[in-house]
């Protein structure tokens, strides 16, 4: 495959059509840097492209910084089809769904960390006694000090807060309700009250979009995609397993392309052997 075609698949590539054009140049620069002139292995454009995709949701936030009381603030702003998968100052981890702006400081300097949500996003909070974790999402405020949970508070709609695990605390201007796992809270507007109620524990289907697989194994990596997908694997040496990657895998590009861009990211060769087997290979 020539540069110029090489260049018409990229152009092809539905995902980062969401993105700025300055992003997108920056993912076509690190395709064109990875792949040099060795252009004709099978599936390198299409890992190339994963893994710049990979890197760019990873690495190249939607963001501005403004100063607000001498407080240097963060804002991330995600499009239609746009999930994101940021990491805050503090190591909580959040999965930010589409059409969803969240603020925070850019440093947890204070003695608390304060969060301002429109939108919808999975918290996974690290946890810090001294430092509670507050997320203002329209009429209702949550506090966590370690936890995983969701929270939504779309423009027009009731806010809304489902606990996975931990226990946070939701208030309204009128009262308050402390949430376990399964438990969830809807504010309701006509009486200023946050109502508590049950909720099912599974992470929202929108979150699985995006698969977090920084500092992990190869072995960790490929077991995390077992849950969703049927597949053996087979070392040509076993030490191949313990190599960590970094980044973020996108499920939506398919359990094939996935593969590719696992493989790309660590320098190896992932083959299939027929049936759900594959080889891993140097």
Not at 40 to 60: F, S, T
Not at 78 to 94: A, E, K, Q
Request: charged share 25%; glycine share 8%.
């Amino acid at each position: 495959m020539g540069f110029k075609e090489l260049q018409e698949e990229w152009n092809q590539i539905p995902e980062k059509g969401i993105l700025p054009k300055g992003v997108q140049l920056r993912m076509w620069h690190k395709i064109e840097k990875a792949t040099g002139n060795n252009r004709n292995r099978k599936y390198q454009w299409i890992a190339a492209a994963c893994i710049a995709l990979l890197l760019c949701v990873g690495g190249y936030q939607i963001f501005t910084t403004y100063s607000s009381e001498d407080v240097k603030m963060v804002a991330t702003l995600t499009y239609p089809d746009d999930i994101r998968l940021l990491r805050l100052p503090d190591g909580s981890r959040v999965w930010v769904n589409q059409n969803t702006k969240i603020e925070y400081p850019e440093s947890f300097d204070g003695n608390t960390r304060n969060i301002t949500l429109e939108g919808e996003a999975y918290f996974d909070v690290a946890r810090d006694e001294s430092k509670p974790f507050i997320i203002t999402s329209g009429s209702i405020t949550t506090t966590v000090l370690g936890t995983s949970f969701s929270v939504m508070s779309y423009k027009g709609k009731a806010p809304r807060v489902n606990v996975r695990s931990g226990k946070v605390k939701v208030e309204s201007g009128q009262n308050k309700v402390f949430l376990e796992k399964g438990f969830g809270a809807v504010y309701l507007p006509e009486t200023n009250t946050v109502q508590k109620h049950t909720v099912p524990v599974a992470e929202p289907q929108w979150k699985k979009a995006l698969i977090d697989i920084d500092g992990l194994t190869l072995n960790q990596v490929l077991t995390n995609l077992k849950k969703d997908h049927a597949f053996t694997i087979r070392y040509a040496d076993g030490k191949l397993g313990t190599l960590k990657i970094k980044g973020t895998l996108d499920s939506r590009q398919g359990f094939d392309e996935m593969l590719q861009t696992i493989a790309f990211a660590l320098q190896v060769q992932i083959e299939p052997t027929g049936g759900n087997g594959y080889l891993i290979s140097k």
